[in-house]
T-cell receptor
Framework: DAMVIQNPRYQVTQFGKPVTLSCSQT?????MYWYQQKSSQAPKLLFH???????NEADTPDNFQSRRPNTSFCFLDIRSPGLGDAAMYLC??????????????FGPGTRLTVL | AQSVTQLDSHVSVSEGTPVLLRCNYS??????LFWYVQHPNKGLQLLLK??????LVKGINGFEAEFKKSETSFHLTKPSAHMSDAAEYFC????????????FGAGTRLAVHP
């Protein structure tokens, strides 16, 4: 089945130690998104890639970076995680079209713990 | 500008009884509307979507929603709740056409009791 895959599902890191989360997709969608979701809150968009074009949300901290080496993969890099960065990180994809980007398909998420 | 208000943060029902999760939206443009479900420690799954076709939209697992432009509402219903329906539900609005950044409601936690 076509899907969005996130690895690892659970990640523990230390305060200030860089961490990378990965996302891959078999849907061949050209748009990929990263969201941060804290407990009992709605997901918050960090940034998205439209093909190779990177689009950062205005309020996304510089501590968060992303890479998309090809259509299938996208990475979220947190350069110096703080305690406030502990959250669920969700990757999503969509296909652009004449009616807009259409619905987004989400991966299972990576739960990040910062010690 | 667009916004979404989910009128209930928590809803509790008994198994086998109807479910109603309420959502009101505001949009300056012709909206696309979605309901997503999220089970604990899982990603979001699309239940159904409205994109200017039929106003009554049927989704997965017996859920449906009705788009009412005059009331700016998109309430989610199910005739008979199942224990497996217990989850967080998000109503989402997006602009039809162009870039569809998703605007999420705050979520409604549905509890289903035996």
């Amino acid at each position: 089945d076509a899907m969005v895959i996130q690895n690892p599902r659970y990640q523990v890191t230390q305060f200030g130690k860089p961490v990378t989360l990965s996302c891959s997709q078999t849907l061949n969608h050209n748009v990929m998104y990263w969201y941060q979701q804290k407990s009992s809150q709605a997901p918050k968009l960090l940034f998205h890639y439209y093909d190779k074009d990177f689009n950062n949300e205005a309020d996304t901290p510089d501590n968060f970076q992303s890479r998309r080496p090809n259509t299938s993969f996208c990475f979220l890099d947190i350069r110096s995680p703080g305690l406030g960065d502990a959250a669920m990180y969700l990757c999503a994809t969509s296909r652009s079209g004449t009616s807009g980007y259409n619905e987004q398909f989400f991966g299972p998420g990576t739960r990040l713990t910062v010690l | 500008a667009q916004s979404v208000t989910q009128l209930d943060s928590h809803v509790s029902v008994s198994e086998g009884t109807p479910v109603l999760l309420r959502c009101n939206y505001s949009s300056s443009y012709s909206p696309s509307l979605f309901w997503y479900v999220q089970h604990p420690n899982k990603g979001l799954q699309l239940l159904l979507k409205y994109t200017s076709a039929a106003t009554l939209v049927k989704g997965i697992n017996g859920f449906e929603a009705e788009f009412k432009k005059s009331e700016t509402s998109f309430h989610l219903t199910k005739p008979s709740a199942h224990m497996s329906d217990a989850a967080e539900y998000f109503c989402v609005v997006s602009r039809s056409g162009g870039y569809n950044k998703l605007i999420f409601g705050a979520g409604t936690r549905l509890a289903v009791h035996p």
